[in-house]
């Protein structure tokens, strides 16, 4: 079993440094990808600056505290992008036929599908995210301990495993249509764009929806609140870990959708 | 008939004959894209399920600024649910990052020399066809949103438009503005003659256009001195103009100068185009092989 991980750690490697060596290769396109990747995030966070110019707070939260929010979507969501666009990506591999090729490989198909595809391009929206998160942080007085930046961590792990679960959901849904998966971008882009102000401020039911449903105030809005000192129950410390589980559920879809894959292509 | 023509020197009746015939090849043009852009119903639906998402979350967003802080609020909270649901049922008539792919990659593979041999304008061929693929996208997606957002609650959904004079000036807005976003999107078009790879371009245009245009937060939101300026410059011809004096936000001189800017900036953006256009056809080079 530790063989078998440890196999597959260096596979993963492996594909990791095909794909930085492959990106290197075209060296200005790569840059100019990471520079609109910059540009596009930088537009959501001038609109948050210009909303605070005019207006002081939402729903409690000031501009730094909306700031330190939104970089850590931010960061959640580049890192599960670098990483987990191999699912991104899916679509072609079903519509070309490509995923007959990974399954009659003697390794892990999700592997295999992770390796496909790293993109790295979105070093620039991380960029900005970890700009943000500086000036949120030093502008919005967290008292920082052991327990807040444990905290941050867990933020992160949760975050990026809350978005790769979509990411595998939309992969699965590719099995069964290649059509119209375009409304999964509301669960995946939407939730970066509109998670850049705490989920509180959509209301209570939407409260409800990302804490039992899709989890993302699981990884947003209640380890928000410890860090800032607005709630200091030790508990939430932990919650974002919780988000983890969402992955069973896509795990599991995917997994049904494999064995009910019918080749196609040609 | 040609020759005859082309020795006289004023206007004739010939020569008017042509030029509606001209006009006829573009409008073919129009024709072709526009159902060919018809036939992509299943991306339409997600799309108007994607824009339903968004125009909620949007507008939620600014209900909660808007309860935080209603005196710092500078349209009403009705004009701007409506604004925000105009902007996603017409998101694909002003939305600069959809461009004409099959654009780019004529230029970068070489098929552009077809075209060039016809006996077209390139400039006024790519016009009709995005502006085609534009109203056929609209069209597809436009109704359905407007529809639903008509019967939500006030101050969350669309209000009817301030008066039927307004409605009508709307209209004429929309398509002013519609124009010139399509006549600045071929500027990024004619721009790639000059560059093969149109990526830098593209980004750097189109994330600063969304911007100075009104797509991330309505114009009337800037500080009073970023206003002054960006209501200036052709990026507030594009969805600004219609989509605020639908629900009346403007007031009469602000809207005549608004719709005076958009021929302007029409004008402009034609001229430039077509001009750098024919200087490209002149120096192109053939791509791919």
Redesign the interface.
Known sequence: MLLKIKGAVRLYWHYLSINVRCAMQYK??FF??A??QF??S???F??IY??F???????GFTYSEVLLCFSVTLMEFSLAEMFARGFDLFPEMVRTGSFDQVLVRPQNEILQVLGSKFELTRIGRMLQAVVMFWYGVSHSGVDWSFSKIATVIFMLIGGCAVFSGLFLIYAALCFFTL?????M??LTD?AR??GR?PVS???KK?LLVTTFLIPYALVQYYPLLYLLGKDSRPFLIYVPLLAVWFLLPSYALWRFGVRHYQSSGS | MRESTRRLPNYTAPMIFKEVAGMKKYLSFFRLSFTMGLQYR??A???I??QF??GF?EI??FQ??Y???PG?F?MTMSATASYVWMQQAFLALFATWMMENDIFDTIANGNISYSLCRPIRIYNMWFSQSTATRVSRAVLRCFPILIVAAFLPENYGMAEPASAWHFGLFVLTLVLGLFVTVAFSMLVYVLTFFTV?P??VR??FT??V??FAGA??PLP???AG?QKVLELLPFASMQNVALRIYSGSMSGAQMERAVALQLIWLAVLLLLGSGLCRLAEKKVTIQGG
């Open positions: 200005t396109s100019l990808t520079l609109g540009l596009v930088f537009n959501v001038l609109g210009f909303m110019r005019r207006f002081r707070a939402v729903d059509e119209g998966l375009e409304f971008n509301v939407g764009e509109y102000y401020i959509y209301g939407m | 299943a991306a639906l997600a799309g399920v994607t998402a968004w979350l939620l967003v909660a600024f309860q935080a802080e710092a500078p790879s990526q830098g980004i750097v994330s600063m969304e911007f991330v937060i939101f800037f500080p970023w």
